[in-house]
Nanobody, 116 residues
Framework: QVQLVESGGGLVQPGGSLRLSCAASGFIFSINGMNWYRQAPGKQRELVATITPGRITNYADSVKGRFTISRDNAKNTAYLQMNDLKPEDTAEYYC??????????WGKGTLVTVSS
């Protein structure tokens, strides 16, 4: 059974940093890409960052240069390091594995609030 547990969210001031974690289980983590998404209140969920099994990364333009996605296959965990946070980064953040089957699994998310 695929399980995803996001953590690391919280309240941070503009310009601050947070590191989100996504603990995964129930599938072979190392052979699947991992994505981070976010959904702000009243908005659609958007793709923020991706990392392939070979550690090739890609980012939404809105976070490029500020966010870094990474993975630790030994710990079955994906990370999202977020620096220079802005109020518009406020959202619920979710991770999702990329399966060839197209099946989608989501965790409960972790809330990031950027406010002074």
């Amino acid at each position: 059974q695929v399980q995803l547990v996001e953590s690391g969210g919280g309240l941070v001031q503009p310009g601050g940093s947070l590191r989100l974690s996504c603990a995964a289980s129930g599938f072979i983590f190392s052979i699947n890409g991992m994505n981070w998404y976010r959904q702000a209140p009243g908005k659609q969920r958007e793709l923020v960052a991706t990392i392939t099994p070979g550690r090739i990364t890609n980012y939404a333009d809105s976070v490029k240069g500020r966010f870094t996605i990474s993975r630790d296959n030994a710990k079955n965990t994906a990370y999202l390091q977020m620096n220079d946070l802005k109020p518009e980064d406020t959202a619920e953040y979710y991770c999702r594995p990329v399966f060839r089957s197209g099946m989608e699994y989501w965790g409960k998310g972790t809330l990031v609030t950027v406010s002074s």
